[in-house]
């Protein structure tokens, strides 16, 4: 016997709610419009004038009683303030067991008709017009002639100082503790999609850190390819500083693991390989001379196969296999270049058979959950299994951190399902993936890969090469601002700098063209970008529905989002519904504040909750508008909702529109 939950709307219209003949439409019929869209159920509509039927409890006590009577009710309130201050959606359920899901396509259809004005539609879903009874989602729709002057700060070689001197300005902003009303305290909150820096030796220190933070980085990643514990230690340290100290920013730490990663071994200086020459990797340890170098992998001369192509840096030079004895792999130069230390080694098509999680990565991981970090990219991973097998591993540790899986191995493509299904996102590792697989396929997968993230909802980010040339430029190539503005289009939640700010020249000048590219592109996406299925995904729960409604509404008035979250579910479901405005996530966990830095359009904001609902939406409006998020006299949208009940009964989600 199946349990069906159904949908029962109990309406409070107040008597003035009438659409207007000139094609607007006031957030009442907003709030309206869009929770009728979806819920094909027996409806019943009672004219009042109520301020808040949450407050009301004899209302709502008589009407759930009412609706009980009602088999498997689900229970919308609308209530539209007189005061002209809020308007509030309250939902609550009753589940019922029921043998027939009754349908009600056709009462479904009239009521959609009967409340949706006629140019309504083509406001909110403009494709629906003529499908009222099916869910579809807008696509992105991109304006390129739409500019957004306000938002963007030019970047040219010569804005080093103009950097130094924004920065000088929000420290010093930090350090009165002051903000000026009307503009953001930092101009990171305005962009969306984040950004990731790799910290190395051109970033490890505090100021470093400080700078980059400031600058635009949300997230710090550290590549356990390179470096030890103590120096890693230091980064996390100085970042949890940073944390700390911060009155409205959160750096989140990503811990990147090494991984089966094939690697030549030291040499004591650079050898020059010239096309034709011939060339040995051997699998004994120690060797570097000017034709022989060692390889860290056991089994690398029997993965290899002769004819094979080998590819050092992910192309950077490349040598053919030629034959092969007990140890070693001899090989021909096809490209030549300057072998350094340490570099990459890739098989064209082909992933090493070491598993995905090596010893050295356990314990690399044991040492992320010591120092409590918020993410681990994990390198080469092949099948959910290993995912799996992580994730028993930190709920047996009783950690809290997010797995965000990297697709850069031939292996991983045919199970791209089944590993971010059991990831908590994933990262477009397009150096190694572009080694393992022919270079052309990177897009496309780019595209598919960010697809299928955005239609499950996991965290999606693009890695690799976004401004390489300027590890010793400082001004990139139009086609790596191209690129950058493309993952923004394609709707990754972050893109990453790797060598850029781990050991490139201009590290704070790679960030400022991160930020200023992604700003601009973002002024250039006019209406919503939910993926085609998300809707189909998520409809059927509760918190779902409050995030896809919450952002038709905030979409459609224009208004930004605030929402508390203690363990984040809440902001990261809206930001897979990619609202126009941003997520004000309220929380009162620092974890869960550092990790939301990772999400697409959350600008997460620590502060304690009180146990009055009503005394926390206020410090928090409050709060925002002293920190120049928010107006007086602006409308957000807030919503309660989310797995973990803040302020509400067990089975009750709302959303208002508040004026600040
Ligand atoms: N923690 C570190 N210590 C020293 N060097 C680092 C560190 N992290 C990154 N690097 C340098 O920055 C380069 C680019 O970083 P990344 O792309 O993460 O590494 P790789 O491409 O080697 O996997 C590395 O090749 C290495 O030279
Ligand atoms: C991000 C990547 O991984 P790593 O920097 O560890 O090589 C990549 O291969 O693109």
């Not at 009577?69 to 067991?97: E, G």
Request: net charge neutral; with cysteine; glycine share 6%.
């Amino acid at each position: 016997m199946s349990v069906y939950k159904e949908y029962s709307l109990l309406m409070y219209i107040f008597c003035n709610n009438t659409h207007h003949d000139d094609g607007q439409f006031d957030r009442n019929e907003v709030v309206l419009y869009v929770f009728c869209r979806v819920l094909g159920s027996p409806t019943l509509y009672l004219s009042h004038d109520l301020t808040s039927v949450q407050h009301n409890s004899t209302f709502f006590i008589f009407f759930s009683t009412l609706l009980s009577f009602v088999p498997s009710a689900y229970c919308i309130f609308l209530s539209l303030s007189l005061s002209a201050k809020m308007s509030q959606v309250v939902a609550t359920r009753s589940f019922h067991s029921s043998l027939t899901r009754p349908t009600s396509g056709s009462a479904h259809h009239r009521l959609l008709t009967s409340l949706k004005p006629p140019t309504f539609a083509s406001k909110v879903c403009p494709q629906q017009r003529n499908a009222p009874s099916k869910v579809r989602y807008p696509s992105c729709r991109v304006n390129a002639r739409k500019s957004a002057p306000a938002e963007v700060v030019p970047v040219s070689p010569e804005d080093d100082s103009k950097i130094e001197e924004e920065l000088q300005q929000l420290r010093g902003m930090q350090l009165l503790g002051d903000t000026a009303v009307g503009m953001w305290s930092k101009p990171t909150f305005r962009r969306k999609t984040k950004i990731v820096c790799t910290i190395g030796p051109s970033t490890n220190t505090r100021e470093m850190i400080w700078k980059l933070a400031e600058a635009g980085m949300n997230v710090a990643r550290m590549n356990m390819s390179h470096g030890d514990h103590a120096s890693h230690q230091k980064v996390i340290d100085l970042v949890k500083e940073y944390n700390a100290q911060s009155k409205d920013n959160a750096i989140a730490i990503m811990l990147d693991t090494k991984g089966p990663e094939v690697r030549s071994g030291d040499l004591p200086q650079p050898i020059v390989l010239t096309p034709g020459q011939e060339f040995t990797f051997t699998i004994r340890r120690g060797v570097g001379t000017a034709d022989c170098v060692s390889v860290n992998y056991d089994d690398f001369v029997n993965d290899v196969e002769v004819g094979d192509m080998l590819l050092v840096d992910g192309g950077m030079m490349s040598l053919v296999v030629k034959s092969k004895t007990g140890d070693s792999v001899k090989c021909e130069v096809v490209d030549g270049g300057e072998l350094k230390s340490r570099r990459h080694l890739n098989v064209r098509g082909k992933s090493a058979t070491l598993p995905s999680i090596t010893e050295k990565d356990w314990d690399d991981i044991k040492f992320g959950v010591d120092n409590k970090v918020d993410f681990y990219a994990v390198s080469f991973v092949k099948d959910a299994q290993v995912v799996h097998e992580l994730k028993n591993y930190l709920k047996s540790c009783d950690a809290d951190i997010h797995v965000i899986v990297k697709i850069e191995s031939a292996d991983s493509i045919p199970n791209l399902h089944s590993i971010i299904t059991a990831s908590d996102g994933a990262m477009v590792a397009r150096g190694d993936l572009g080694a393992e697989l022919p270079i052309e396929e990177v897009p496309l997968l780019q595209e598919e890969i960010i697809s299928i993230c955005r239609s499950m909802g996991k965290a999606v980010i693009v890695a690799t090469n976004m401004l390489e040339s300027m590890i010793v430029h400082p001004t990139p190539t139009r086609a790596e601002v191209s690129d950058i503005a493309i993952a923004v289009r394609e709707g990754s939640d972050a893109i990453m700098l790797s060598g850029e700010t781990a050991h490139g020249k201009f590290p704070l000048k790679a960030v400022k063209v991160m930020h200023t590219v992604a700003l601009r592109t973002e002024a250039t996406i006019t209406d919503g970008r939910l993926p085609p299925n998300i809707g189909n995904v998520f409809k059927n729960h509760m918190s779902e529905m409050f995030a896809y409604h919450a952002t038709m509404m905030s979409n459609t008035l224009g208004t930004s989002t605030v929402v508390f979250t203690r363990s984040g579910f809440m902001a990261i479901l809206l930001s897979h519904y990619r609202p126009s405005g941003t997520i004000f996530a309220f929380t009162d966990q620092k974890r869960t504040q550092q990790r939301l830095a990772l999400y697409q359009g959350v600008c997460p904001i620590y502060m304690e909750f009180s146990k009055d609902a009503e005394e926390t939406f206020t410090r928090a409006l409050d709060l925002l508008q002293k920190l120049g998020m928010v107006k007086a006299g602006e409308e957000v949208a807030l919503v309660q909702s989310g797995k973990q009940p803040i302020w509400r009964f067990q089975s009750t989600h709302n959303i208002q529109v508040r004026t600040v």
